[in-house]
């Protein structure tokens, strides 16, 4: 009977040190979503800007920037008719879709995040910032600042 106690007595406490030696795992790192946020949350200028697969930097486009916020709201300068000031933007249904304004755009960035290109396909609809009547698929390719 002293012999089952001793090793009941030393079986618990193993437990005990085993349960406590197991710390908290559950901080991995950031999140999927942390470390897209941390890539478009910055400053951008445009390189080039396509509508219709027609290049049109220099002549609505060449003095554009946009900055995404990691509140997720984002302002921009000399991007009208397609974004005029600022507003919000969120993630779509995977993390390589942005909302933005109310426009669904796909993002792509290069290997070390110093380049984005925005894809959408504006509808002519008037939607936050943008103005009606504005149809086409555009590109913007820009590089962080």
Known sequence: MKNLRYLLSITLLLG????IGCGDDDDDGPSAEELQLQMIAKSWVAQTVT???????????????ITFGTDKTFSASNGEPIF????????????DVIIVDGVTMTTVFNADASALQLTFTAT??????????????????????
Do not use: C, H, P
């Open 124 to 145: 002519g609809e008037s939607i936050g910032s943008r103005k009606s009547g504005l149809t086409g698929d555009y590109v913007f390719n820009l590089l962080a600042q």
């Open 16 to 19: 005990a040190l085993m349960m």
């Open 84 to 95: 005029t000031g600022g507003g919000l933007w969120d993630f779509g249904s995977t993390l």
């Open 51 to 65: 509508f219709d697969e027609t290049d049109v930097t220099d002549a609505s486009f060449s003095n554009f920037s």
